[in-house]
C-alpha cells in the first residue's frame, strides 16, 4: 500500500450536485484538460482521468467510480518567465527602438513592448504541469481536494463550477459562515480556542459518530496576525513565546495535533486556519495504475473522514458556546499567556 505522508493539504469542499454520475462524467469531460496555449497564457487548468494525466483520454465510469466515491485529478500547467531575463530582454528592446525610431518610445509604445517581448518569451517557455486528487461524492456533494495552497482551491473551484452547472463550491470555512449563525466564526479564533481547550482541559474528550479522542499538541504551533504581519513558531512543548504572542493580539494560524481513541487508534495531523484545511495526513500515491489508486483513496479517506468528523464536532462544541457567551473569555487567556498554570489547567488569579 503506497501511502504517503505530506504537507500536502486535504481541503473540504461541499456543493450542490444531483446524484447523477452520466451529468457529473458529461461535465468533467467538457471541462477535460486540453493543452491550448495562445499569446499571452502563463496558465491552463482543466481535469483528466486518473489512468490518464498526460493524454487526453474522456471520463467514463471504469476510470473514475469506487465505492461510491470518484477521483480523478484536477490539473494545472503554468508557465513561469524568469523575471531578469524579462527585464534584460525589454530593456534590450526599448534600446533598439530608440535607435530606429530617433526617440524613447512614449507610454503605449513601452507597454506594447512589454506585452510582445512577454508573450515572446512566454511562448518559449515549457509549461510546468501539476495534478491534484480529488475525492468527491455525489450523493452528498462532498468531496477532498489535495492541494498545495488556497490558491489552488480557487482554480479548483471555478473549474469545478463548469462541471454539470455545479454552483457553490464552498470550503469547510465558508460552510461554516453560510450558517447564517447570530456571529461571526473566525478560523483564527477558533484554532486558538482549540488550543486553549487541549491545554486547559486535556482528557475532555472529543467525540465523533465513531469514537471519542483525546487531542494534544504534537508538533509545532505557528500564531500571527495579519494586520501587523508578526509570526512566531514554536514546538508543542516551548510555547511561552507564542502564549506571550496572543496577549499582542496574534492568533493560531496552524498547529500539529495528536488524537489519541482508547482502542488505540491514533490520529495524526495539522490543522491549519486558511479554509480549515488539514495537512499530515496519509494521502494516495498516484503512480500506481488506477484499480491499486482507488484502494489507496479509500484507505485514506478512512482517516481523512474521520480527522474531519472531529473538526466538525470541535465546531459544533465552540459554536455552542459562542451561543451563550465567549469560548476563550480574555480573563483566562491572559493567565494563559503568561504561563499561569496549575497541573496543566488555567489558575484564573
Known amino acids: 500500500m503506497s501511502i504517503l505522508k505530506s504537507k500536502v493539504s486535504v481541503i473540504r469542499f461541499i456543493t450542490e450536485v444531483e446524484d447523477n454520475l452520466e451529468t457529473i462524467i458529461n461535465g468533467l469531460n467538457a471541462a477535460r484538460f486540453q493543452e491550448k496555449w495562445e499569446a499571452g497564457m502563463d496558465s491552463m487548468q482543466g481535469f483528466c482521468p486518473l489512468n490518464d494525466r498526460w493524454g487526453s483520454s474522456d471520463f467514463h465510469e471504469g476510470n473514475i467510480k469506487a465505492n461510491g466515491f470518484i477521483a480523478f485529478f484536477f490539473r494545472t500547467d503554468t508557465k513561469r518567465v524568469d523575471p531578469n531575463l524579462l527585464k534584460r530582454e525589454i530593456s534590450d528592446r526599448i534600446e533598439r527602438f530608440s535607435e530606429t525610431h530617433g526617440k524613447k518610445p512614449n507610454r503605449e509604445e513601452r507597454k506594447d513592448i512589454q506585452v510582445t517581448v512577454k508573450n515572446k518569451l512566454l511562448g518559449e517557455e515549457k509549461a510546468k504541469p501539476s495534478f491534484y486528487p480529488v475525492m468527491f461524492n455525489p450523493e452528498t456533494g462532498e468531496g477532498y481536494l489535495f492541494a498545495t495552497s488556497n490558491s489552488v482551491f480557487e482554480k479548483f473551484r471555478a473549474s469545478f463550477k463548469l462541471v454539470a452547472g455545479i454552483p457553490n463550491v464552498k470550503n469547510l470555512e465558508e460552510i461554516v ?104 495526513l496519509p494521502i494516495p500515491k498516484m503512480e500506481e495504475k488506477p484499480s491499486d489508486v482507488f484502494e489507496e483513496f479509500e484507505h485514506a479517506k478512512i482517516h481523512i473522514d474521520e480527522a474531519f468528523a472531529l473538526i466538525d464536532s470541535l465546531m459544533e462544541e465552540y459554536i455552542e458556546l459562542n451561543a451563550v457567551g465567549d469560548p476563550l473569555p480574555p480573563t483566562p487567556l491572559i493567565h494563559w499567556g503568561r504561563g499561569d498554570f496549575c497541573s496543566g489547567s488555567i489558575e484564573i488569579l
Open 177 to 280: 459562515e453560510s450558517r447564517n449563525l447570530d456571529f461571526t466564526v473566525d478560523s483564527q479564533t477558533f484554532l486558538t480556542w482549540f488550543w486553549w481547550r487541549m491545554e486547559n482541559d486535556p482528557t475532555k474528550p472529543v467525540t465523533t459518530e465513531n469514537t471519542s479522542y483525546e487531542c494534544s499538541m504534537s508538533g509545532t504551533v505557528t500564531v500571527s496576525s495579519a494586520e501587523t504581519g508578526e509570526k512566531v513558531t514554536e514546538k508543542s512543548d516551548q510555547l511561552h513565546e507564542a502564549r506571550m504572542a496572543l496577549l499582542r493580539g496574534l492568533r493560531a494560524e496552524k498547529a500539529a495535533v495528536t488524537c489519541c481513541a482508547g482502542s488505540g487508534v491514533n490520529i495524526e495531523f495539522t490543522l491549519n486556519n486558511e479554509s480549515l484545511n488539514i495537512s499530515g
